[in-house]
């Protein structure tokens, strides 16, 4: 399995022009930054395997936070106007928006930092709330430093010791840390 993957990444960085391979993995993690339903890790993983750890999590990093703000103006334009004149009725929607209104940047880093906190609901309660932009750039470009790192280093640690059983124990154990840490905040701040 090792070997095909080896063999995988080298026929993509020999056999395709640099400039399509960093184009193409920055859109499909740009998108999922939008589209929940791609797996984010796969895509940092392939970054990283094929241009490096170092140029691969500049790329990942970049690319999540371009998503990021493009989802953000999504749900800040015409969608947010739209929100706010139908949730008069909808305590919950009305209550998670307004905690977004205040909440503090050092949360909102530590909230999105969290490998299993689900993005694209921090970009469309940040959209919908009326946080200022500035806010939630910097909360994400520091968050998103720790997302890809960490799905960066479980991906590639992943695809290097696939015969390797303690790495493997180690990467099941931070994944359980991570999303246990990631619970006990969502109950603290009552974040459903």
Do not use: Q
Request: hydrophobic share 55%; aromatic share 16%; proline share 3%.
């Amino acid at each position: 399995m090792e070997k095909m993957i080896e063999e995988l990444l080298h026929a993509i960085s020999t056999n395709y022009n640099p400039y399509v391979v960093v184009l193409f993995s920055s859109l499909i993690i740009i998108i999922e930054s939008i589209i929940p339903i791609l797996p984010l890790a796969v895509f940092i993983s392939f970054s990283m395997l094929v241009f490096g750890k170092f140029f691969g999590f500049i790329i990942a990093w970049v690319s999540t936070i371009i998503g990021c703000i493009i989802s953000f103006y999504i749900f800040r334009g015409k969608i947010n106007k739209y929100f706010y004149r139908n949730i008069k009725d909808d305590h919950l929607a009305y209550r998670l928006v307004d905690k977004f209104n205040h909440i503090k940047l050092s949360n909102l880093v530590l909230i999105t930092a969290l490998p299993f906190t689900p993005a694209f609901a921090i970009n469309i309660a940040s959209g919908l709330s009326k946080m200022s932009f500035k806010k939630f750039l910097v909360a994400i470009a520091i968050a998103k430093i720790s997302v890809v790192y960490f799905w960066g280093f479980i991906g590639t640690s992943l695809v290097d010791s696939i015969s390797d059983g303690k790495t493997l124990m180690i990467i099941g154990i931070l994944l359980l840390v991570v999303y246990f840490i990631s619970e006990y905040i969502r109950k603290i701040m009552g974040v459903e």
